[in-house]
């Protein structure tokens, strides 16, 4: 199916632990970034891909990892979980940046126990 | 720092009556500002956006208007619907400073409620 598919919709996890959340674009844009969405907050950028091989940081980078090896998946890694971690997570991606329209996933509800 | 600010936080009205949600942003750069609408359970979703060199832009319903002197921007709903009822968020692209790319700065959101 054509669009961005994140994966999983749901995830519990151990404080401490390694979880990945997957991210999928069918488009080929060029562009993919990932926010986490909490009460007060709004969408909060956490790290933007500009092209396979290029990340850069957003506003709330820390405690996060990224990597983007093939333009389709943009795959975000908390290495060691924590409860301030707890939030909804949302990836997008758009064809020419942040001055175009962003079409985002589903969104992946991570609880951090 | 970079920063959009998004009022009122929540927005009752009733079916019919108009919606007006405001933004501001402190980077004066900043050259194109979408909004974005979010249904429950659902990723958000670009309802319209305007560009810098334009002070308003209309579609059917839906219009947004931009003052780059005061760094505000608005989204007004006219003649609203129950299925208007959702979390709308403002946002501003933010240029790098060196180098980089664009950012998008998002606004915390205002829950809509149209009431039937």
């Known amino acids: 199916d054509a669009g961005i598919t994140q994966s999983p919709r749901y995830k519990i996890t151990e404080t401490g632990r390694q979880v990945t959340l997957m991210c999928h674009q069918t488009w080929s844009h060029s562009y993919m970034f990932w926010y986490r969405q909490d009460l007060g907050h709004g969408l909060r950028l956490i790290y933007y891909?500009?092209?396979?091989?290029?990340?850069d940081k957003g506003e709330v980078p820390d405690g996060y990892v990224v990597s983007r090896s093939k333009t389709e998946n943009f795959p975000l890694t908390l290495e060691s979980a924590t409860r301030s971690q707890t939030s909804v997570y949302f990836c997008?991606?758009?064809?020419?940046?942040?001055?175009?329209?962003?079409?985002f996933g589903q969104g992946t509800r991570l609880t951090v126990v | 720092g970079e920063n959009v600010e998004q009022h009122p936080s929540t927005l009752s009205v009733q079916e019919g009556d108009s919606a007006v949600i405001k933004c501001t942003y402190s980077d004066s750069a900043s050259n194109y500002f979408p909004w974005y609408k979010q249904e429950l359970g659902k990723g958000p979703q670009l309802i319209i956006d305007i560009r810098s060199n334009v002070g308003e832009k209309k579609d059917q319903r839906i219009a947004v208007t931009l003052n780059k002197t005061a760094k505000h921007f608005s989204l007004h709903i006219t003649e609203t619907q129950p299925e208007d009822s959702a979390v709308y968020f403002c946002a501003a692209s933010i240029p790098p400073r060196s180098g980089g790319y664009n950012k998008l700065i998002f606004g915390a959101g205002t829950r809509l409620a149209v009431h039937p």
């Open positions: 997008a991606s758009s064809d020419t940046g942040s001055n175009t329209e962003a079409f």
């Open positions: 891909s500009a092209a396979a091989d290029i990340t």
